[in-house]
């Protein structure tokens, strides 16, 4: 079946330091790509999405293309902020928002 | 932008008894709710789709008898942990998508609940 792995946190860093947030999936067919942001006390939210293959999605300054080459849909981020400190959830669909296929979520902690 | 409630927060009970996590969508309507389940150093997973008016579908695996899924109005789902056991303990998150939109569009996102963290003793 379809799957998503993350690397596991925590991911530590200093602000302005440079974000990689690695993240590769296992599905038959083209899914569409999504990474979701759990900021501390608040529900998961969209954080950016690509729907086919090479698309880049960007969002706050985060940004992730979809690889299908390597399966891969690896989350940037050029100089994070102590505000970016959550959990990060990168997940797969085939339709919409049905039955997404969540990875284990990565914990980011900024120290300024 | 749209919110949803998740409720409680974090509940401990002890092993053998019941225990209801509530889901409302607070400004909008919600035809369509599903609940998630992750247990620890796991990934986020799909437990079951709850829809309005009929009966929850659940997913391979998870049991329906004691996972019992309400979606009596447009606003609120429930889910029951009926005879709750240590391997139930686990954080359970539900989201919604609101009513009229097209469930194959990604133009019509889900809205998450902060999640309720569930420890049996």
């Known amino acids: 079946g379809d799957s998503v792995t993350q690397m596991e946190g925590p991911v530590t860093l200093s602000e302005e330091a440079f974000l990689t947030i690695n993240c590769t999936y296992t599905?038959?067919?083209?899914?569409?790509l999504f990474w979701y942001v759990q900021y501390p006390g608040e529900g998961l939210q969209l954080l950016l999405k690509?729907?086919?293959?090479?698309d880049k999605g960007s969002n706050k300054g985060f940004e992730a293309t979809y690889r299908k080459e390597t399966t891969s849909f690896h989350l940037e981020k050029g100089s994070v902020q102590v505000s970016d400190s959550a959990v990060y959830f990168c997940a797969l669909s085939r339709t919409g928002f049905q039955k997404l296929v969540f990875g284990t979520g990565t914990r980011l902690l900024v120290s300024p | 932008g749209a919110v949803v409630s998740q409720h409680p927060s974090w509940v401990i009970c002890k092993s053998g008894t019941s225990v209801k996590i509530e889901c409302r969508s607070l400004?909008?309507?919600?035809?369509?709710m599903f609940w998630y389940r992750q247990f620890p150093k796991q990934s986020l997973m799909l437990m079951a789709t709850?829809?309005?008016?009929?009966?929850?579908?659940?997913e391979q695996g998870v049991e329906k008898d004691k996972f019992l899924i309400n979606h009596a109005s447009l606003t609120l789902s429930t889910l029951t942990v009926t005879s709750a056991h240590p391997e139930d303990s686990s954080f359970y998150i539900c989201s919604a998508r609101a009513s009229g939109t097209d469930i194959s569009s990604y133009n019509s996102p889900l809205h998450f609940g902060n999640g309720t963290r569930l420890t049996v003793t």
């Open positions: 709850s829809n309005e008016g009929s009966k929850a579908t659940y």
């Open positions: 690509a729907t086919k293959a090479d």
């Open positions: 599905a038959t067919g083209y899914p569409s």
């Open positions: 400004d909008f309507q919600a035809t369509t």
